[in-house]
């Protein structure tokens, strides 16, 4: 079993940042491509980003390119995702999640484990 703990959300000013982390425990961390998605209300859930288990590859949605970073350090069992030039849109909630699939994928029914969830809210 594995467990995902998220911290880092909150309430922030549209053009600021947030960094978002994800404690993992329970299993062997680097076995896991990592990944954070969102949910807004009403909306289903979405990919944000993913990680490998090395952290060599990574992979955006479009509508983040270039604004969030997602990183992993696997010495400390912990992943996370930089949000740099929030807009209101990025408002949801956002769970880190892993997944044992080795290639790199973006749909949530591919990811194992799940946390809880962190709220973030951009402000206009």
């Known amino acids: 079993q594995v467990q995902l703990v998220e911290s880092g959300g909150g309430l922030v000013q549209a053009g600021g940042s947030l960094r978002l982390s994800c404690a993992v425990s329970?299993?062997?961390?680097?076995?896991?491509?990592m990944a954070w998605f969102r949910q807004a209300p009403g909306q289903e859930r979405e990919f944000v980003a993913t990680?490998?288990?090395?952290?060599?590859?990574?992979y955006y949605a479009d509508s983040v390119k270039g604004r969030f970073t997602i990183s992993r350090d696997n010495a400390k069992n912990t992943v996370s995702l930089q949000m740099n030039s929030l807009k209101p849109e990025d408002t949801a909630v956002y769970y880190c999640?892993?997944?044992?699939?080795?290639?790199?994928?973006?749909?949530?029914?591919?990811?194992?484990?799940w946390g809880q969830g962190t709220q973030v809210t951009v402000s206009s």
């Open positions: 990680i490998s288990r090395s952290g060599g590859s990574r």
């Open positions: 329970g299993r062997t961390f680097s076995g896991y491509a």
């Open positions: 999640a892993a997944t044992s699939t080795i290639r790199m994928v973006t749909t949530a029914i591919d990811y194992d484990y």
